[in-house]
């Protein structure tokens, strides 16, 4: 079994006469939290897309598990047990959060086949799910809806979480319960690729990083070594974490 659950060689991605990914090679390692960092505008969430096939890679290759699934279509790539948490979360506001969670329960008709203990799990991550079971999706606040958007993504078991940008304009009380959650997702075995702007939220739960910068990779390593190197931080994010 590889160590690497998910490798893009190559990957290039065009969105119309626009070309947006040039050559990304990018490795996420099994059980690990990867994070995924730069400047905005660099090509992370068109990375994550594009793994999705959301859009489609115009040249390279995507492995999964050790499958090429570089043109599989998304319901095809979900059907492999990866989630994908979008930066526009992706919540129907007109169903209630019990409606949102049953939606991806792929294995359930009813709420009431539903993996009891899984959800006693997943509320004992996100308490909001369980508070606001029966309201409007809508109607949650931005926190809660994010969390409800994760919460989402692994009502079942899934082998890989793509997440973009989980901590976006969110509460620091929320942010630190985001973490904790995360945190007890890859003690549980996921491996979890992350898009993150939150550089405190990066150095607490990331193991591996890469870098992009103009739609490519510029760097990888583990998350520890950039967090010491403030001089490689400046050159490749224009900070210090």
Known sequence: ?????????????????????????????????????????????????TIMGLWQASQGRITFAGRDITT???????????AYVPETMGIFSDLTVKENMLLAARSAKRASQMDEARLTWIFSLFPAVEKFWNHPAGKLSGGQKQMLAVARAIV????????????????????????????????????????EQNINFAIRLGDSVAVMDNGRVVHSGTMQALAEDKVMQRSLLGLAL
């Open 1 to 49: 079994m590889s160590a690497n659950l998910l490798t893009l060689a190559g990957v290039h991605t065009h969105i119309g006469a626009y070309h947006i990914l040039h050559g990304v090679d990018l490795v996420v390692p099994r059980g690990q939290l990867t994070m995924l960092l730069g400047r905005n505008g660099a090509g992370k969430s068109t990375t994550l897309r």
């Open 156 to 195: 079942e078991p899934r082998e890989l979480l793509i997440v973009d940008e989980p901590s976006k304009g969110l509460a620091p009380a929320i942010i630190n319960n985001m973490i904790d959650a995360f945190a007890q997702l890859k003690a549980s075995g996921v491996t979890i690729l992350l898009v």
């Open 72 to 82: 599989l279509a998304t319901p095809q790539i979900a059907a492999l047990n990866i």
